[in-house]
Nanobody
Framework: QVQLVESGGGLVQAGGSLRLSCAAS????????MGWFRQAPGKEREFVAA???????TYADSVKGRFTISRPNIQNTVYLQMNTLRTEDTAVYYC????????????????WGQGTQVTVSA
């Protein structure tokens, strides 16, 4: 059984930074992609960023230039550095892992974490 555990969420003022972490444990699998999605109140879950074995990093337009996804040494750990946070970034952030990719859609991910709340105040 695979578990993804996120950490690092919290409350921050607009313009501030947070770093989210996600560690996968359990069955040892080399994931093709690991990514982050988010869901704001009353909205659908949306893609934020992914880091993929061949294609590298991909970002949603709304976070490009502000967020950085990293995955040291292609281990089953992924980070999301979030800078210049905006109130519209407020959401529950979910980590996900994809065994076979390509890793841009929710349906392509096999495992999900329980989410971590990020709240950005004005």
């Amino acid at each position: 059984q695979v578990q993804l555990v996120e950490s690092g969420g919290g409350l921050v003022q607009a313009g501030g930074s947070l770093r989210l972490s996600c560690a996968a444990s359990g069955r040892t699998v080399s994931y093709y992609a690991m990514g982050w999605f988010r869901q704001a109140p009353g909205k659908e879950r949306e893609f934020v960023a992914a880091i993929r074995r061949i294609e590298g990093s991909t970002y949603a337009d709304s976070v490009k230039g502000r967020f950085t996804i990293s995955r040291p040494n292609i281990q089953n750990t992924v980070y999301l550095q979030m800078n210049t946070l905006r109130t519209e970034d407020t959401a529950v952030y979910y980590c996900a892992a994809s065994v076979s990719g390509p890793g841009l859609r929710m349906s392509e991910y096999n495992y999900w974490g329980q989410g971590t709340q990020v709240t950005v105040s004005a």
